[in-house]
C-alpha cells in the first residue's frame, strides 16, 4: 500500500513537471521570433547530415555490406601461422581457435 502512494505521488510530480515544460512550448509566445545561429558551418552540417540519412535510406547496401564485413572480422577464424623448429622435427601449427586446440592435444 505504501509503495502504491510512493508511485502515484511520483507520477503526479512527473505530470505536473512535463506538463510545465509542454504548455511553455506550445501555449506561451515569444517577443522576437525564431533565430537561428548556426551561420554556414550549421547550414553545411546540416546538408551533410540529410545527404548521410537520404543515402542510408535510399540504398542501405552499402552500410549492410560494411556491416557483415566488420562482423566477419570478428567471427573469422585467425589464419594459422606456421613455424618450423629444429632441423629434423616437424613443424608447429599455432592457431588461437580453442576447437584446433582441443582436438590436436588428443592426437
Given at each position: 500500500?505504501?509503495?502504491?502512494?510512493i508511485?502515484a505521488?511520483?507520477?503526479?510530480?512527473a505530470a505536473?513537471?512535463?506538463?510545465?515544460?509542454?504548455a511553455?512550448?506550445?501555449?506561451?509566445?515569444t517577443?522576437?521570433?525564431?533565430q537561428?545561429?548556426?551561420?554556414?558551418?550549421?547550414?553545411?552540417?546540416?546538408?551533410?547530415c540529410?545527404v548521410?540519412?537520404?543515402?542510408v535510406?535510399?540504398?542501405p547496401?552499402?552500410l549492410?555490406a560494411?556491416a557483415?564485413?566488420?562482423?566477419?572480422?570478428l567471427?573469422s577464424?585467425?589464419p594459422a601461422?606456421?613455424?618450423?623448429?629444429?632441423?629434423?622435427t616437424s613443424?608447429?601449427?599455432?592457431t588461437?581457435d580453442?576447437?584446433?586446440?582441443e582436438?590436436?592435444a588428443r592426437?
Amino acid at each position: 500500500m505504501g509503495l502504491a502512494v510512493i508511485l502515484a505521488l511520483n507520477a503526479a510530480i512527473a505530470a505536473a513537471y512535463y506538463l510545465r515544460l509542454i504548455a511553455a512550448m506550445y501555449f506561451k509566445t515569444t517577443r522576437r521570433g525564431v533565430q537561428s545561429d548556426g551561420g554556414l558551418a550549421g547550414g553545411l552540417a546540416m546538408l551533410a547530415c540529410l545527404v548521410l540519412v537520404l543515402l542510408v535510406t535510399v540504398r542501405p547496401t552499402g552500410l549492410l555490406a560494411a556491416a557483415q564485413r566488420a562482423g566477419r572480422s570478428l567471427t573469422s577464424p585467425v589464419p594459422a601461422a606456421t613455424a618450423t623448429g629444429l632441423p629434423g622435427t616437424s613443424a608447429v601449427t599455432a592457431t588461437t581457435d580453442p576447437l584446433h586446440l582441443e582436438s590436436s592435444a588428443r592426437r
